[in-house]
């Protein structure tokens, strides 16, 4: 299921015992394969001076009915996990921490996007067969709320910013970020692929896309109404003579 970031934002975060964590504030996702790593929680007045981050690994289901996002862990678990202060960034030691605590299998060590997996594996005892440190590679975390704003620029200008992004829930993989071309297109928005960026400059809070304004003027229209379906992808994938992302994804599960 396709969720955008800031329809996330708000849900309540569910433990096991009855309790709530907190409300999704933001997402973390690394800048390597676009994947989130981490839905950060806002919790109040509870653990107050750290971040609480919830990966995937622990997220049983999202309703979106009840607004809220089910895991699989006690408030005691999380209160007892290694501890971030706020406004710190998320380090490389305090992941290697966390993801120890947990008992998870590292998404930096292996080549796909969770590690070993394509995908998020839950069986433990296939867990057991994966090696740590193997062709690991270097992860740095960014977030939606940093990103969003970030201006775009295809192969001959500017044509608009990071307005949202689109969240595939079951693999946590970012499929696209809603771009908005108010500024060139009055009222139009449309949706532009990570595997179709040439590369981000961080620094200047810039992304740059392979592709001419023109192909992205005429690309099919994303409005805040649109359902994103399979049919909707073959054809925006098709209008950029791109290969849809779920073909490599069937070949590789």
């Not at 009915?65 to 710190?88: A, G, M, N, R, Y």
């Not at 960014?142 to 201006?151: I, P």
């Not at 595939?168 to 071309?181: A, F, G, M, S, V």
Request: with cysteine.
């Amino acid at each position: 299921m396709l969720s955008k970031v800031k329809t996330l934002k708000g849900y309540s975060i569910q433990s096991t015992d009855g309790g709530t964590i907190g409300t999704v504030k933001e997402l973390y996702f690394d800048d390597r394969h676009w994947t989130v790593r981490y839905l950060v929680a806002n919790t109040g007045n509870w653990l107050t001076g750290r971040q609480v981050l919830v990966s995937p690994y622990s997220m049983v289901s999202i309703n979106k009915d009840h607004k809220d996002v089910v895991t699989d862990l006690t408030k005691k678990q999380i209160e007892k996990s290694p501890s971030l202060e706020s406004h710190k960034p998320v380090s490389r030691q305090f992941e290697d921490d966390y993801y120890g605590y947990y008992g998870w299998p590292p998404y930096w060590g292996g080549q796909y996007s969770w590690g070993a997996y394509p995908y998020i594996e839950r069986d433990r005892l296939k867990w057991a067969q994966f090696t740590p440190g193997a062709k690991s590679w270097d992860r740095h975390l960014r977030s939606t709320h940093a990103v969003s704003g970030y201006q775009i620029a295809a192969l001959d200008g500017d044509i608009g910013h990071v307005e949202d992004f689109i969240v595939d829930d079951e693999t946590w993989t970012i499929r696209y970020l809603i771009i908005n071309t108010g500024n060139w297109w009055p009222g139009k928005k449309v949706l532009v692929s990570p595997l179709w960026i040439e590369r981000v400059s961080w620094a200047d809070a810039k992304v740059f896309i392979n592709l001419s304004r023109q192909t992205i003027k005429e690309s099919p229209e994303y409005t805040d109404d649109s359902l994103v379906t399979r049919d909707y992808e073959i054809g925006l994938h098709g209008h950029y003579d791109r290969k849809g992302y779920w073909v490599d994804e069937l070949v590789n599960c």
